[in-house]
C-alpha cells in the first residue's frame, strides 16, 4: 500500500528564516509526486508535480526537490503570507477505466511570524 | 476558465434531511473527483469519475450516492447522514488519466446536527 509521511507535522518560522519540509514515501512505480497549499477551510492549491529523481521546480521562494525516497520543499526567505499547510501526495496506481488516485500526507502546518 | 466551483460553501443538514452538492468546472477536464477531509488531516478519496462513468468508489456508505450528469458537473447526493460525517467536501477535476495534478474547489464545509 502507498505510504505517504511529513515532517515536521508544524513548523514555527521568522521572516526570512528558510527551512526545508520533508516527504517521505513509499509506493510501487511512483508516475508523479504532487506539492499543494491549504489555507484553513479551502481546497488544496497546487503548487509542483515532480516525476522522477533528481528533478527540481522553482515558484517564487519556493523550491521543490525528488530523489528515490522522498522530497523536499525548501522555503527561502519566508513572508507571512506563505503560512499555511503544505500537502505532499503520490500517484501510483494507474486506475482502470481512468482517473488519477493521489495518496496524500498529513501535511506540515507552517507558520512565518513577523 | 480555470477553476473549480462548489456549492454550497456551507451546509448545516439534520440526520434526515436529503441535500445535494454540486461541483462544476469548464477545463475540459475528463476526470472528476470527490474528497472528504476532516480537521487536521489530509483529503481522503470517496469517488472518481471519469468520462461520466464511475471507475472508483472507495468503499463510501450508500447514504453518498455520487452522479455526473456530464463532463462538466459532479453532484454528491447526501441523504440519513450521520454526524460523523461533518467534514469539508472537496471537488476536484484533472486532464485525465495517468501523472496530472487535480485543481481543487474550495470545498463544502458540512455539518450534520
Known amino acids: 500500500e502507498d505510504q505517504v509521511t511529513q515532517s515536521p507535522e508544524a513548523l514555527r518560522l521568522q521572516e526570512g528564516e528558510s527551512s526545508s519540509l520533508n516527504c517521505s514515501y513509499t509506493?510501487?512505480?511512483?508516475?508523479?509526486l504532487f506539492w499543494y497549499r491549504q489555507d484553513p477551510g479551502k481546497g488544496p492549491e497546487f503548487l509542483f508535480t515532480?516525476?522522477?529523481a533528481g528533478e527540481e521546480k522553482e515558484k517564487e521562494r519556493l523550491k521543490a526537490t525528488l530523489t528515490k525516497k522522498e522530497s523536499f520543499l525548501h522555503i527561502t526567505a519566508p513572508k507571512p503570507e506563505d503560512s499555511a499547510t503544505y500537502l505532499c501526495?503520490?500517484?501510483?496506481?494507474?486506475?482502470?477505466?481512468?482517473?488519477?488516485?493521489?495518496?496524500f500526507g498529513t501535511g506540515t502546518q507552517l507558520k512565518v511570524e513577523l | 476558465d480555470t477553476e473549480v466551483t462548489q456549492t454550497p460553501k456551507h451546509l448545516v443538514m439534520g440526520m434526515t434531511n436529503k441535500k445535494s452538492l454540486k461541483c462544476e468546472q469548464h477545463?475540459?477536464?475528463?476526470?472528476m473527483y470527490w474528497y472528504k477531509q476532516k480537521a487536521k488531516k489530509p483529503p481522503e478519496l470517496m469517488f472518481v469519475?471519469?468520462?461520466?462513468?464511475?471507475?472508483i468508489n472507495e468503499s463510501v456508505p450508500s447514504r453518498f450516492s455520487p452522479e455526473c450528469p456530464n463532463s462538466s458537473l459532479l453532484n454528491l447526493h447526501l441523504h440519513a447522514l450521520q454526524p460523523e460525517d461533518s467534514a469539508l467536501y472537496l471537488c476536484?477535476?484533472?486532464?485525465?488519466?495517468?501523472?496530472?495534478?487535480?485543481?481543487f474547489g474550495s470545498g463544502t464545509r458540512l455539518t450534520v446536527v
Open positions: 476536484a477535476s484533472s486532464q485525465g488519466t495517468a501523472n496530472y495534478g487535480y485543481t
Open positions: 509506493v510501487s512505480g511512483l508516475r508523479g
Open positions: 515532480l516525476y522522477s
Open positions: 501526495a503520490v500517484q501510483a496506481r494507474v486506475i482502470t477505466g481512468g482517473g488519477n488516485k493521489l495518496t
Open positions: 477545463m475540459g477536464h475528463r476526470a
Open positions: 469519475y471519469s468520462y461520466e462513468k464511475l471507475s
